[in-house]
């Protein structure tokens, strides 16, 4: 009887755990104009309305208004990205955008994005290519800073 409590405890908080970790991908929901055409992934978009969804763990669904959609690997974002503002974070290579970060303002629901390849080539070039990072704030400023990596 006592090996029975014990298990049904164990199970319930697991539960009351595993419950707001799941719940959180379900409650992803950003909606942002892009003013510039941008990658993510190896896929481009053009300038325009967008929705990010969190459809399962780890996987970012990118939207446009014309139907466009990309499933996108997130890895964790760290706590430099968590500043605690909702944003969608790019950087910028010249006149190229690649989307990097999403975040809804705490730690736990921040996500960057792996770089793609050809973000990749872009920041190996020689001369490199000064990386700024812009910033879409959720009033719908913008918020530009240059990297010091250089």
């Known amino acids: 009887m006592k090996r029975f409590l014990y298990l049904a405890a164990a199970t319930i908080a697991i539960s009351l755990i595993a419950t707001p970790i799941y719940a959180q991908g379900d409650n992803l929901r950003l909606r942002f ?3 510039f055409p941008f990658s993510t992934q ?5 300038a325009g309305e967008y929705e990010i969804t ?5 996987i970012l669904e990118v939207r446009n208004r014309t139907g466009q959609a990309k499933f996108i690997r997130a890895l964790p974002g760290s706590s430099k990205d968590a500043d605690g503002t909702v944003k969608v974070v790019f950087h910028r ?5 690649f989307l990097s970060v999403v975040s809804t303002g705490p730690w736990l629901s921040t996500y960057r994005l ?7 080539r872009i920041a190996e070039e020689s001369p490199r290519p000064t990386l700024n990072i812009v ?8 918020k530009t800073t240059t990297s010091d990596k250089q």
């Open 93 to 97: 290579y010249g006149s190229e955008y």
């Open 54 to 58: 969190m459809p399962a763990q780890t």
């Open 135 to 142: 910033s879409l704030l959720v009033d719908g400023t913008t």
């Open 114 to 120: 792996q770089l793609s390849k050809e973000e990749r």
């Open 42 to 46: 190896n896929s481009s978009f053009p």
């Open 33 to 35: 104009h892009v003013p």
